[in-house]
């Protein structure tokens, strides 16, 4: 098996990139530990020299991403940000991005304190209505990114409107698909030239790797990253890669859980009196469903709450009285998570900026885990009561 455009999503977590091995038959994908790869003579090897530029595990796992996201090409970086700083580096001094002002504070951090320094500059724009990015571009614009469903707020970003924008006006399209996973939505199949993912989160699915990936249609832009890749070397080793390949085996089955539990956790809080505003685009009536349902196959297991009592006491000890749920940062495992992004996830934004984006100190963000509903609601039901 090896073309994949014809089977669904679930056979192809199973078997994309994951051919037995040729000496053998390991129907799993070796751990190919090695860093180097003897050479017959000078030049003359097996398609593999150096591990940082290739190594067969992470090759397996980087063809099993590219088939899940509708992709020619995947490229697996030792973290998110390491995939992130990749594509930053096609940029040139000069050079400008528009992106979202509700973005995972990580990226926001690294924009306006790395790239920012190396004369990028960032236009951060609220993205919900294609015409604002227009506004933002000029001659210097190169690229377009996107991050959809945002974090956490929960907007969803009108895809296939940034492509017509970015390929009127020939600049990349970027989406971190991070949230959505390949599971509910697939970025390249309506315009988008690059997909990145923090495979931390859904992908690697059970919150013991730190890996992210990008995937490319084009031959080209495959080769300028390929060339990042290797060259500034933030790559991931082949236990990590295996354990990915792993866990991506479950996406479907997961993904399916993540998206039912959401739906009745987000059901419940709804109409929870202690609740003043719920994040979650599965709702007819939340600002952006009708994109979402366009593009996206179900609505995911991400739900933003804010409390009706605004001090970070209250919310410091709702969100740390959980039995259940546990309070850390990341999401996408198979176990819940509740997390506080002033103090967590986005303490790196200045609290002004963090708050016109809606990330008060009153909101907490849970990751809705695979266990049973019923036991989930019980201890939402308990920390907020
Ligand atoms: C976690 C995350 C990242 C960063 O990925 P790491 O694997 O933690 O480096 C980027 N974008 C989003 C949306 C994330 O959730």
Redo the contacts with the bound molecule.
């Keep these: 098996m090896s073309d994949f455009s014809n089977y669904k999503f679930g056979t192809t977590a199973i078997h994309a990139g994951a051919e037995p091995d040729p000496t053998t038959g390991a129907i799993m994908t070796p751990i190919f530990q090695t860093s180097t790869f003897v050479q017959e003579y000078p030049g003359k090897h097996k398609g593999y020299a150096y591990a940082r530029g290739k190594n067969p595990t992470r090759e397996a796992l980087q063809k099993n991403i590219a088939a899940l996201e509708k992709g020619k090409h995947c490229l697996c970086f030792s973290?998110?940000?390491?995939a992130?700083d990749a594509v930053m580096k096609l940029m040139r001094p000069g050079d400008e991005i528009i992106t979202g002002d509700d973005l995972?504070g990580?990226?926001y951090r690294m924009f306006t304190k790395v790239f920012a320094n190396f004369g990028i500059k960032f236009h951060f724009v609220n993205m919900t209505n294609a015409a604002n990015i227009e506004n933002y571009v000029n001659s210097n614009t190169k690229l377009i990114w996107a991050?959809t469903p945002t974090?956490p707020t929960m907007q969803i970003i009108d895809i296939e409107a940034c492509a017509n924008i970015a390929q009127k006006n020939n600049l990349l399209l970027a989406v971190?698909n991070?949230?959505a996973s390949p599971y509910l939505q697939n970025p390249l199949s309506i315009g988008a030239d690059i997909v990145m993912h923090?495979?931390?989160?859904y992908l690697g699915g059970h919150s013991d790797v730190?890996?992210?990936a990008l995937v490319v249609n084009d031959d080209k832009l495959h080769e300028q990253l390929a060339f990042i890749h290797n060259s500034c070397g933030a790559t991931p080793g082949p236990m990590d890669s295996f354990l990915v390949m792993r866990g991506i085996k479950t996406l479907h089955l997961r993904m399916e859980r993540h998206c039912f539990n959401g739906r009745k956790i987000a059901e419940y809080l709804k109409t929870h009196p202690k609740i003043e505003k719920i994040y979650w685009p599965g709702f007819t009536d939340h600002p952006n469903h009708e994109i979402a349902k366009k593009q996206m196959r179900d609505f995911g297991g991400m739900i933003s709450i804010v409390l009706k009592d605004k001090s970070i006491d209250n919310t410091f000890k709702i969100a740390s009285s959980f039995k259940v749920f546990s309070l850390a940062e990341?999401?996408g495992g198979v176990e819940s998570l509740i997390n506080h992004p002033a103090t967590m996830t986005h303490a790196s934004i200045p609290k002004e900026e963090r708050e016109k984006a809606g990330v008060v100190d009153n909101l907490l963000r849970l990751s809705v885990g695979v266990e049973d509903v019923e036991d989930l609601i019980e201890d939402l039901k308990h920390a907020l009561g």
């Design positions: 973290s998110g940000m390491g992130i995972y990580g990226s991050e974090n971190d991070t949230f923090s495979v931390t989160k730190i890996m992210g990341s999401l």
